[in-house]
């Protein structure tokens, strides 16, 4: 996934395995680029898979947008709340606590000490990711 500067509530993902962006789903091409240049040669599609997004991982995409762009994120409305963002908090007492992060009731700041670990602050918020812990590394991989 990337990011623009531009505000777009959808991007077209062009190319083997690009994400496309719809804002409320996200859809993935294929991956090898013999299958790709097959599926475009016969006007085909070349998507293979897709997530439609929950009202939960709207939330979510909202602070990690908010983060990875503006280093801060807030959660005093309804919209920006859910169910596990206690957690999510408490997850962040360390980074806190080591300066890498300022926190209060509802607000999240990045401090510039913290700004090379934005990636493993955004991890606290992706829920799937926390629900889901593989038993090896994954692809990609903060240090």
Same mark, same amino acid.
């Given at each position: 996934?990337?990011?623009?500067?531009?505000?777009?509530?959808?991007m077209i993902?062009?190319?083997?395995?690009?994400?496309?962006?719809?804002?409320?789903?996200f859809a993935?091409?294929?991956?090898?680029v013999?299958e790709?240049?097959?599926?475009?040669e016969?006007?085909?599609?070349?998507?293979?898979?897709?997530?439609?997004?929950?009202?939960?991982?709207?939330?979510?995409?909202?602070?990690?947008?908010?983060?990875m762009?503006?280093f801060?994120?807030?959660w +005093?409305?309804?919209?920006?709340?859910?169910e596990?963002? /206690?957690q999510?908090i408490?997850?962040?007492?360390?980074?806190?606590?080591d300066?890498l992060?300022?926190?209060?009731?509802?607000f999240?700041?990045?401090?510039?000490?913290?700004k /090379? +670990?934005?990636?493993?602050?955004?991890?606290?918020?992706?829920?799937r990711?926390?629900?889901?812990? /593989?038993?090896?590394?994954? +692809?990609?991989?903060?240090?």
């Amino acid at each position: 996934m990337g990011y623009t500067t531009s505000k777009t509530r959808v991007m077209i993902g062009l190319g083997v395995s690009a994400i496309s962006d719809s804002w409320y789903g996200f859809a993935q091409n294929v991956k090898g680029v013999e299958e790709y240049q097959n599926l475009i040669e016969n006007h085909i599609s070349p998507v293979y898979r897709g997530h439609i997004l929950t009202k939960e991982d709207l939330a979510i995409r909202k602070h990690i947008l908010n983060l990875m762009c503006n280093f801060k994120t807030t959660w +005093f409305t309804r919209d920006n709340f859910f169910e596990e963002l /206690p957690q999510v908090i408490h997850s962040l007492e360390e980074m806190h606590n080591d300066g890498l992060v300022e926190l209060d009731s509802n607000f999240l700041k990045i401090t510039e000490r913290g700004k /090379p +670990f934005v990636r493993n602050v955004c991890m606290a918020f992706d829920r799937r990711l926390q629900r889901n812990k /593989p038993e090896t590394q994954l +692809f990609s991989m903060t240090v």
